[in-house]
């Protein structure tokens, strides 16, 4: 048998999406490897994606359609299995109207040929959707209503950065390739900082690390806007790029540095640092995912934003305040916008499903999620499910989801799958093809939906090859060195529509050009502790945070075993040894864990994994309320406090 090197793009919801390098012999991968070739994933693969081949193999894939029967989930054929959707969607539709239908995309893959299922639910109706988006939904509002964009200077801009601020970001974890290009600016002479409550591995990258109290940002960010402003370091150009100075000034004035820095529990000659550094530019903020999962997530990056502007760094090579880039803007999207009878709210999806009457959901079709693990208060979520009369989950992997359904439809894997790739940690575009044939029994999403929409007369759905799909997709740029075919023979293409320097002629997006300053404080968040017992430690900040064995629920190697674990400073468990099973309780719910201690971390803190199985018990998110940001309809998963009591 010949061995084969065949290159593919990861689809997982990630910031990198790399370019694999699969060594394959006879339909079988022995190794994959970053692309040497591709300049941000140089060489390298994470954990999780290097031993996906195991994963792919193992007994939680699923290789063929599965039917509910007998309250069974049972092998059918595809025949069997779209025959009884299709019966389902007819009867549905004509007896409760296309609002009684449900359309749940998630990011498993994010694959631009994914848009295609929204498209089919669109011409079928159009059917209800979610709003909002748990993930970064606070902070691209927020970017929006500041800057009128949410997107980035290019990554490689930051090798002309004086210093760099990672604010609530770990990259060692979550966005792996990021630190070879912080480890050349730092040896190049940028200084880093980093700002987490939560101690990690990113901090032996940076120069100067603050561990604020949990969801104070915006405090920390207005005791270094005071000491700017009072020190005579805004830039003279504020008040031409900017509306709302005056304001701005007038919310940083409202407290000392002493007052704010109390709050964020820092100390001034920590503000004073980062407010040198901000002034020392150009200087790059680096603005991280989690922190804006809370109620003031949105004022939390607005505030960054602020910062960016009124020192001068926003417009600047090797500065920027970069929270996300514009993974889909090199596409052409599937459809046009359409106005959806019914909205469920993300992070409110269990209640608002449970709230949907006249007529309610009937129909629930998942698509690249689970939401069952990885929503706020997933037990509601668990129990909205499972009234819902019939559910269709696409997935490679049985979930906890998926076990719940009415129907699976076995869809490919990253390493068989055909697509089209963004990246929301840099401007390059990728195409994704199968290095391994799918097993016989599973199918492509497009045909699913193409077989869909012939027998529901559909003609507005393209019927087109994959390939064709993606020309399609590819035509605002293919005539700028970006076609299929060029992608194909040159692997990865950086996206000839991205400026290196986003703002960098002066103006923002916004309808007038000027940044958008926040003049208004956020309320304080609303988080109440769980009772208090007679063994229970201080209400904890809960932080469920990535961890680099798994993509949110989606665990590579061993997984979490029987029981997830929950990491604390010794002195927030005192008499309690590491190792021991304890119970994390909040007012939503409890769970069992493994106790791990960490002297670096802080005493109000308590952090656990991402994605745990909720099945096994092993979700943090039965702690968390299901609660939403300030604004853009994100999930506050940050603001749960717990308590940790012995078994
Ligand atoms: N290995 C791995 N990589 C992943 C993922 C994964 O599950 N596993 N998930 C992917 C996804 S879906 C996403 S959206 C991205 C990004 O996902 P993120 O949510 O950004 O990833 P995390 O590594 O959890 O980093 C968030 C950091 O924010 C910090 N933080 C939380 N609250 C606060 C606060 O109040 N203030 C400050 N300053 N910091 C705070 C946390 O302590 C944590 O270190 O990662 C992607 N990459
Ligand atoms: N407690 C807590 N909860 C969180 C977070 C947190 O920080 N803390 N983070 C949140 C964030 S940032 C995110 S983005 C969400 C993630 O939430 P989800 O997107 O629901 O996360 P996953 O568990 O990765 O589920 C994705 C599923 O898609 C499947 N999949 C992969 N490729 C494909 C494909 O091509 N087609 C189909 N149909 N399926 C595919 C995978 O097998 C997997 O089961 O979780 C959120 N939940
Ligand atoms: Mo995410």
Redesign the pocket.
């Known amino acids: 048998m010949t061995v084969e090197t065949l290159r593919t793009t990861c689809s ?5 999406a790399c370019a694999i390098l699969a060594k394959v012999e006879d339909g079988k991968v022995l190794e994959l490897r970053g692309d040497p070739e591709h300049p941000v994933t140089k060489g390298f693969l ?3 994606t290097s031993r996906y081949p195991e994963l792919m193999d193992s007994e939680q894939r699923i290789r063929q359609p599965l039917l509910r029967r007998d309250g069974q989930l049972q092998p059918c054929s595809w025949e069997e299995a779209i025959e009884a959707i299709a019966a389902k969607l007819t009867e549905v539709r004509a007896e409760s109207g296309p609002s009684a239908i449900f359309h749940y995309r998630s ?1 498993g893959s994010l694959g631009i040929l994914k848009h295609l299922a929204d498209l089919f639910f669109d011409l079928l109706g159009p059917c209800a959707t979610k709003i909002g988006d748990i ?2 939904g606070a902070g691209e509002a927020a970017q929006q209503q500041d800057l009128g964009t949410s997107d980035s200077n290019d990554l490689f801009d930051l090798l002309r950065s004086r210093n760099i601020v990672l ?5 060692t ?4 390739h990021l630190v070879p290009v912080l480890k050349e600016a730092v040896a190049g002479g940028a200084r880093l900082v980093l ?4 101690h ?1 591995k ?1 901090a032996a990258l940076a120069e100067l690390v ?1 561990q ?6 915006f405090e ?1 960010a207005m005791a270094v806007a005071r000491e700017l402003f009072d020190s005579g370091r805004v830039d003279p150009g504020a008040k031409n790029h900017c509306d709302h100075l005056d304001e701005f000034r007038t919310l940083a004035c409202s407290r000392s540095v002493a007052q704010w820095a109390a709050v964020a529990d820092v100390s001034e000659a920590a503000v004073r640092a980062l407010a040198n550094r901000l002034a020392d530019g150009p200087t790059a903020i680096l603005v ?4 804006q ?2 109620q003031r997530g949105g004022a ?1 990056v607005r505030a960054l934003d602020a910062l960016s502007a009124i020192s001068g760094n926003l417009f600047r090579s090797g500065g920027g305040v970069s929270f996300y880039f514009k993974r889909r803007k090199p596409f052409r999207p599937f459809g046009m916008p359409v106005v959806h009878p019914r909205l469920i709210r993300e992070p409110l999806l269990g209640q608002d499903l449970l709230a949907a009457v006249d007529p309610p959901v009937r129909v629930m079709w998942v698509t690249a999620g689970n939401p069952v693990a990885m929503l706020p208060d997933s037990q509601t979520v668990a129990r909205a499910l499972e009234q819902v009369e019939f559910l269709v989950v696409a997935d490679c992997f049985m979930t906890d989801t998926a076990r719940r359904a009415h129907v699976v439809l076995p869809v490919p894997t990253l390493l068989e799958d055909s697509d089209l790739l963004g990246a ?1 940690g840099h401007h390059w575009i990728g195409e994704s093809r199968g290095v391994v044939p799918m097993p016989a029994e599973v199918r492509h999403e497009v045909h699913i939906f193409q077989d869909l929409a012939k027998r529901f007369g559909l003609t507005d759905f393209p019927q087109d090859s994959v390939d064709n799909l993606k020309r399609m997709a590819l035509a605002p740029v293919a005539g700028q060195a970006a076609s299929l075919e060029f992608l194909r023979k040159h692997g990865a293409v950086r996206s000839p529509l991205a400026d290196k320097v986003l703002f960098g002629k002066g103006r923002v997006v916004t309808a007038n050009g000027k940044v958008q300053l926040l003049d208004v404080a956020p309320a304080v968040a609303e988080v109440s502790p769980p009772a208090a017992t007679a063994d229970a430690s201080e209400p904890l ?1 809960l ?10 629920s ?1 665990w590579s190697g061993k997984g979490l075993g029987e029981r997830t674990w929950v990491l604390v400073h010794p002195d927030a468990v005192p008499g309690l040894q590491a190792g021991a099973t304890v119970r994390v309780e909040s007012p939503t719910g409890s769970l069992q864990a493994e106790l791990r201690l960490d002297p670096a971390q802080r005493k109000d ?1 308590a ?1 656990m994994p ?2 745990g199985h909720y099945d096994r018990g092993q979700s943090a998110n039965v702690l968390i309320e299901a609660r939403a940001t300030d604004i853009g309809l994100g999930a506050a998963y ?1 603001d749960c406090l717990v308590r940790i009591v012995p078994c």
């Open positions: 997982r919801d990630c910031p990198d994470c954990f999780r990011g993930c970064s604010w609530g970001k770990n990259p974890v979550s966005n792996v700002i987490d409550p939560v990690h990113s603050l604020p109290r949990p969801g104070s940002d920390l991280g995912w989690g922190m999962r809370r939390i929301y900040w932080f469920s945070n990535s961890t680099e064995k798994s993509q949110a989606v803190v952090i991402k994605g940050l």
